[in-house]
């Protein structure tokens, strides 16, 4: 995944784990229909990335979204935030993870 620097419409950075781009790559080489849900996904997230559920415990500070009924995309806010009111210490949104989710 491209690196998303800071600008006018997201004053924050945006980067993928290896984790992420490895199952990004292989689960849409040959599925164009999925590509395009999580392209459109990561833009959406990039403008709003409270989007989503928010984790607790453990995996807290992660969000998820379903990008289509069995697939799940994993991001990361830093620092942690938790409602609209931080958003401007927003600071890096980490892509995490993608992977499938069964019924």
Request: proline letters at 7%.
């Amino acid at each position: 995944m491209t690196v998303s620097e800071p600008d006018q419409a997201h004053p924050w950075k945006v980067d993928s784990y290896a984790q992420f781009d490895e199952a990004y790559h292989k689960l849409t080489r040959k599925d164009s229909r999925l590509k395009q849900a999580a392209d459109a996904m990561m833009n959406r997230i990039e403008v709003d990335p409270l989007v989503g559920d928010p984790k607790t415990g453990a995996m807290r500070g992660l969000r998820t979204i379903h990008v289509s009924r069995h697939w799940v995309m994993v991001w990361e806010l830093r620092p942690v935030i938790v409602n609209r009111a931080m958003l401007p210490s927003l600071q890096e949104i980490w892509f995490y993870d993608f992977y499938h989710h069964p019924e």
